[in-house]
Every structure is written in structure tokens, then in C-alpha cells.
T-cell receptor
Framework: GENVEQHPSTLSVQEGDSAVIKCTYS??????FPWYKQELGKRPQLIID?????GEKKDQRIAVTLNKTAKHFSLHITETQPEDSAVYFC???????????FGPGTRLSVLP | SAVISQKPSRDICQRGTSLTIQCQVD?????MFWYRQQPGQSLTLIAT?????????ESGFVIDKFPISRPNLTFSTLTVSNMSPEDSSIYLC????????FGSGTQLSVL
């Protein structure tokens, strides 16, 4: 079955700097890759996603890139703000929305 | 996206008892799922709740321990049976297909 790895497990950046979180997946049949943000005590929130027919997607300060050949995808956050501090989870899914497998998470701390 | 309500939001239970968690969606959805999030950990799929038929369980989860109902396209329940401290987790319902959205979660502590 699918296996998703995520690095780093923790990340601290200064406010205004960029943050990059990387995930790798094992199943070449995976075709949908969402990213979730989970603040302490709250539900995971979908922040951006990408499908396998697209190499990059951007939404304001957040972008995701996908390299299907290498089976990895990354989350890029620019101009980080303290409110970006949270745990971020990547996931991979095949069959467009079934069989989601989540990465172990990255705890991002943005220092003022 | 759909509004997904869960209750209870938290509970403290005694070992050996059972707790039923309810998930209500404000619109009909084809797919509903139940996830477990152990303290400080990632999200693990327990089962897919199938409307009108038995749930589909992931490896390591069994119906006797986690019975699930889904009587219609907007509602599902998850029961955690014969609880032990190892069942202390956050339980989340979610809806699909394609984009996965989560309910508010139930934080369960078993003493």
C-alpha cells in the first residue's frame, strides 16, 4: 500500500522567511495530493491541493509543487507570519479522493 | 464545503464502557470516513462508512471494537466499544469524495 514520508518533523523560521515542507510517496497510482493545516485543538483544514496532471499550484503565499517522476511534492509558504504556526500534514490519494494516506506531520513555528 | 458537526466534542470515560460519536453533515455526501488521531500523531483511517451497508474497515480495526452506522447520506455514528486507555484519541469524521473535509472532532479520554 501507499506510504507517505514527510520532512522535516519540526521547522522553525523567522517571521517573513520562507518555509518548505517535503513529502514523498511510494505508490505511482496516487493522483491527488492535499495539504492540511491543523492548529492546536482544531480540526485539520485543507489549505491547498494538487492533482497529478499539474506540476505546480499557487494560492497567495502558499504553493505546492509535484514531481511525479521522483514521487515527491512540497509545500512552500512565503513571507511567513506567526499565524502560520501549526502542524502541517501532507497526504496522497488514488482514485481521486479515496484511500487517503497521511504523512506524519511537520510542526511549523514562526518566530516573531 | 459542507458543514460537519460532531458530538460530543469531548468526553471522559471509564475503562470497559462504550461511547457513540455522532457526525451530522448539512448536505448529502456520498462518502463518509472515520479517522483516529492519537496524541501528537498523524491521521489514521478507521473505516469508510457506507450508506445502507456494512462499513469497510482498515487493517487493524474491527467491527466489534468500532461499530459504525450510516443510515442516510447526512449522518453516521462511530462507537468505541469496551474502551481502554489506549483508545484515548481524537476521533474525526470526514466527508469526500475528492476533497476531504473534517468534522470538529471528539476528544476521548479513557481512565
Amino acid at each position: 500500500g501507499e506510504n507517505v514520508e514527510q520532512h522535516p518533523s519540526t521547522l522553525s523560521v523567522q517571521e517573513g522567511d520562507s518555509a518548505v515542507i517535503k513529502c514523498t510517496y511510494s505508490d505511482s497510482a496516487s493522483n491527488y495530493f492535499p495539504w492540511y493545516k491543523q492548529e492546536l485543538g482544531k480540526r485539520p483544514q485543507l489549505i491547498i491541493d494538487i492533482r497529478s496532471n499539474v506540476g505546480e499550484k499557487k494560492d497567495q503565499r502558499i504553493a505546492v509543487t509535484l514531481n511525479k517522476t521522483a514521487k515527491h511534492f512540497s509545500l512552500h509558504i512565503t513571507e511567513t507570519q506567526p499565524e502560520d504556526s501549526a502542524v502541517y500534514f501532507c497526504a496522497a490519494s488514488n482514485n481521486y479522493g479515496q484511500n487517503f494516506v497521511f504523512g506524519p506531520g511537520t510542526r511549523l513555528s514562526v518566530l516573531p | 464545503s459542507a458543514v460537519i458537526s460532531q458530538k460530543p466534542s469531548r468526553d471522559i470515560c471509564q475503562r470497559g464502557t462504550s461511547l457513540t460519536i455522532q457526525c451530522q453533515v448539512d448536505s448529502q455526501v456520498t462518502m463518509m470516513f472515520w479517522y483516529r488521531q492519537q496524541p501528537g500523531q498523524s491521521l489514521t483511517l478507521i473505516a469508510t462508512a457506507n450508506q445502507g451497508s456494512e462499513a469497510t474497515y482498515e487493517s487493524g480495526f474491527v467491527i466489534d471494537k468500532f461499530p459504525i452506522s450510516r443510515p442516510n447520506l447526512t449522518f453516521s455514528t462511530l462507537t468505541v466499544s469496551n474502551m481502554s486507555p489506549e483508545d484515548s484519541s481524537i476521533y474525526l469524521c470526514s466527508v469526500g469524495p475528492e476533497k476531504l473535509f473534517f468534522g470538529s472532532g471528539t476528544q476521548l479520554s479513557v481512565l
